[in-house]
Structures are given as C-alpha cells and as structure tokens.
C-alpha cells in the first residue's frame, strides 16, 4: 500500500506506519483505513483495519487489525473462486454500508487453514463486504442455507 | 434469566426502543418478531456462537504465505 500525503478539510493526513508481523512494515494514512461498521463477532471493540495485498500473498489479502498487530485475517475475493456466489443482503446492511445494491460491494471471505493448506476452507456463510469507496465494512450473516461456514476453498478446482 | 409469559400478538420491550413480539405459534416452532435501531444486530444463537468460533480460528497464526506457496505449486 503506498501511503500518501491527501489534503482533507485543510489538514494534511499525516503516515503511519505499522510493522505487521507477516508482511513487515506498511505505511498508510487514514484514508485507508477501512472502519468495520459493526465489530467481528469475537473482536469486539476492534474497528479499524487494514486491508493489504501484496504480490506474494495474491489472490488472497490481509485484513490487518491496526489496534492490535496480532489480529489478522486472511481474505480471499469469494468471487475469483465462486462464480456464482450471489447472496442477497437485506436493504437494512446495505443502508449501513452506504451502498444502494449489492454490485456495488466487495465480498471477501474469511479463509482457514487448519493443517494443510489444501483443506483450507472459506466462510461463504459470514462475508465480509467491504465498501471500498468509503472504506466501510461489515460481516454479513446470511440468513441462507446455500452457503456454508466452513466451504471448501480448492473443492471447485478439483472438479476441472 | 427473566422468565415471563406473553400469548400471541403480546410484546415485550427491551430498553426504550426494543420490541419483541410473538407473532406465532405452531407446535414446537414460535415465530418472534423483533423491532430494534439498525445499530443493533440479532442473530440466531447458534450461528452466532458458530461464526464467532470460525473468525476466532481465522484469526489465529494461519500462515498466509504457505498457502500462497500452495497455490503457486499447484
């Protein structure tokens, strides 16, 4: 992530630098900051994160915790890997997320590695949809039986 | 835990701007209908406490770069 200097209200956001401990030193400013709306069930009063891609870690990315180095999550674009992941989200989590439709989000999923990285599976259940344009996100809940919590990430590579 | 008894149609109210409502009952199943802010979240206990587990798992010294290695040997 390149941070740079923008120029917001008159002030000029100043860096920040993080060492985060599995991709090293990032510098960002609070213009990348994406602020989760609700907390992750489980990390309560964590908002702030940071959402980091690099060229060793593509096609997954780092939703790194800024309150606490420790909290990490790996992420994967749920839709490079299922294309016809689709769910619907009420118009009450859009309205949090400031977006009209659902287009118009990004939905990561939350990947586990448990041993061996080809059992990893992704959360298609609990999506993290992220509005990038505000830097707004929010684990959604879907009320919907087609998607599990713990699917498979290489399951629909073996069918090929 | 409060226990108390409503029938169907009667309400309870939680704070100022809670509602929970029996809309239905049919056998063992009850339908409950619930007004809150948009601020607070309801979930299903189970799939609460299920997720809660996977992000805590998630989070949890997975090692990113092995599984980008995987993929790259594939």
Redesign the interface.
């Known amino acids: 992530m390149n941070g740079k200097l923008l120029k917001n209200g008159g002030e000029i956001m100043s860096k920040h630098v993080v060492e985060t401990p ?1 991709l090293g030193k990032i510098e960002y400013t609070d213009d990348d900051i994406i602020y989760m709306v ?1 907390p ?4 309560d009063h964590i908002n702030d994160y940071l959402l980091i891609s690099s060229p ?5 990315v ?1 939703l790194q915790s800024i309150d606490d180095m ?5 992420l994967a674009d749920i839709n490079l890997f299922f294309k016809d992941y689709s769910p619907n989200f009420s118009k ?1 989590e859009l ?2 997320l400031q977006v009209k439709k659902v287009e118009e989000l990004k939905l990561f999923g ?5 041993d061996k ?2 059992n ?1 599976t992704i ?1 298609l ?2 999506p993290i949809a992220i509005n990038l344009e505000k830097r707004l996100a929010k ?1 959604i ?1 879907l009320d919907d039986d087609r998607w599990e ?2 699917t498979p990430l290489f399951k629909s ?1 073996k069918v090929k | 835990m409060l226990v108390l008894t409503r029938k169907v149609n009667e309400s309870l109210i939680v704070g100022d701007d809670i509602e929970i409502k029996v809309v239905e009952i049919s056998g063992k199943a009850i339908k409950i209908g619930i007004d809150a802010p ?2 607070v ?1 309801i ?1 299903r206990k189970e ?2 406490e ?10 949890n010294r ?10 790259k040997n ?1």
């Open positions: 599995k609700s992750l069930l489980g990390f060793e870690t593509v096609p997954f780092m420790d909290i990490s999550f790996i009450r309205k949090v939350i990947v586990v590695i448990k990285p080809q990893a959360n259940k609990a684990q809940i919590i713990k590579e | 948009k601020d979240s979930y799939i609460y299920a997720i809660k587990e996977e992000n805590l798992q998630a989070s997975d090692n990113i770069i092995s599984l980008v290695d995987f993929i594939k």
